[in-house]
């Protein structure tokens, strides 16, 4: 019944390793997004997607790279982790019908790079 | 220039008191939304209320009512009647109908509610 999902929920990992957060969603959106609110809680855009098109590809390190196979999933894998890749990973997916229609996120994904 | 602006980082309230977070935001779009989202300590993102550039009312929804000042462009939230369980931090967002795929955040506000 979850609308958005991630996995994992925590993650806890060596600098330099390669990691991968999935996302899914059940809402029937044609949108979903990657943010990341770091320590201070700042919310930050990373990537968009609209029916599988990268819309929104913010200033981010090309370690991290996003795929959608489809418009329910849009993962977001990292390579090389660094000690600042620690954060909050948030997606979020959205319907493109109007400034009316929110954006619903899932729980979150805690990295932490040791 | 920043789209939204919350200038509150933290905010103390009396238990049963009504307390206002504001938000005021920069657009030259005609057409948009603002949102309000509370994030608790538990960390999800939880949708709280939504108020149309077009509105005429001011939403409300519940304990939470939106005071919409469009020529000020301002969207501040109201929390009545507070509750420990508004202790969280609040975040204010805009969609604008050029820009649908992007969502705009504000800095956050949190707020703690006093027993």
């Known amino acids: 019944d979850t609308a958005v999902s991630q996995t994992p929920k925590y993650l806890v990992t060596q600098m330099g390793n390669d990691k991968s957060i999935k996302c899914e969603q059940n809402?029937?959106?044609?949108?979903m997004y990657w943010y990341k609110q770091d320590s201070k809680k700042f919310l930050k855009i990373m990537f968009s997607?609209?029916?599988?098109?990268?819309?929104i590809n913010e200033t981010v390190p090309n370690r991290f790279s996003p795929k959608s196979p489809d418009k329910a999933h849009l993962n977001l894998h990292i390579n090389s982790l660094e000690l600042g890749d620690s954060a909050v990973y948030f997606c979020?997916?959205?319907?493109?019908?109007?400034?009316?229609?929110?954006?619903?996120f899932g729980p979150g994904t805690r990295l932490l790079v040791l | 220039a920043q789209k939204i602006t919350q200038t509150q980082p933290g905010m103390f309230v009396q238990e049963k008191e009504a307390v206002t977070l504001d938000c005021t935001y920069d657009?030259?779009?005609?057409?948009?939304?603002l949102f309000w989202y509370k994030q608790p300590s538990s960390g999800e993102m939880i949708f709280l209320i939504y108020?149309?550039?077009?509105?005429?009312q001011n939403a409300t929804e519940g304990r939470y009512s939106l005071n919409f000042q469009k020529a000020r462009k301002s969207a501040n939230l109201v929390i009545s009647a507070s509750q420990l369980g508004d202790s969280a931090m609040y975040f204010c967002?805009?969609?604008?109908?050029?820009?649908?795929?992007?969502?705009?955040f504000g800095t956050g506000t949190s707020l703690t509610v006093i027993p």
């Open positions: 979020a997916s959205s319907s493109s019908g109007g400034d009316q229609e929110t954006q619903y």
């Open positions: 809402l029937g959106h044609d949108t």
């Open positions: 997607y609209n029916n599988k098109e990268l819309i």
């Open positions: 657009t030259s779009d005609q057409s948009y939304g």
């Open positions: 108020q149309g550039s077009y509105d005429e």
């Open positions: 967002a805009m969609r604008e109908v050029y820009t649908l795929n992007q969502f705009y």
